[in-house]
């Protein structure tokens, strides 16, 4: 429900090879984790190579602004996003800011490879993080209004 990081040993050697990855957790999953190990080499994607950026609380919080502001003056916005991942945040956090702000404007996202990955994030719940757990038998963060 995200990308895979496997790590392969041949002889002595070792290979640590991942698509993006995040060692801080998301509304829907926790933070990246392996064991502890020293490869020889590491392959990896690099999104979050930098460690120099607002924090994820800033970077959300301007980003609900922008999209209540565009929304209020009667405006739509459009995010273009990755159905893996990336779409089941941004919905988790834009359909909760919208029932805090009891905001009436319809929220909708493309199905296709979106409205999958929402299926195996349902039927995986046990991958995602602590709090969609806990709360999943009173309301799945999965089904989206």
């Known amino acids: 429900l995200g990308a895979a990081m496997f790590w392969i040993r041949v002889g002595s050697q070792s290979v640590v090879y991942t698509g993006d990855y995040n060692m801080t957790p998301d509304r829907h999953l926790g933070a990246a984790w392996i064991d502890k190990c020293k490869p020889d080499l590491l392959i990896s994607e690099s999104t979050y ?77 046990t991958w995602t993080n602590q709090k969609i757990r806990k709360t999943f038998v009173q309301r799945n963060m999965f089904d989206f209004k």
């Open 49 to 125: 190579a930098t460690t120099i950026r607002d924090s994820k609380r800033c970077r959300e919080k301007d980003f609900l602004k922008k999209v209540h502001e565009c929304v209020d003056r009667g405006g739509k916005v459009l995010i273009p996003v990755f159905a893996l991942g990336r779409a089941q945040e941004l919905c988790i956090l834009l359909e909760t800011y919208w029932e805090r702000m009891n905001l009436k404007a319809p929220i909708y996202f493309a199905l296709g490879l979106t409205e999958k990955a929402n299926n195996y994030y349902k039927m995986f719940i």
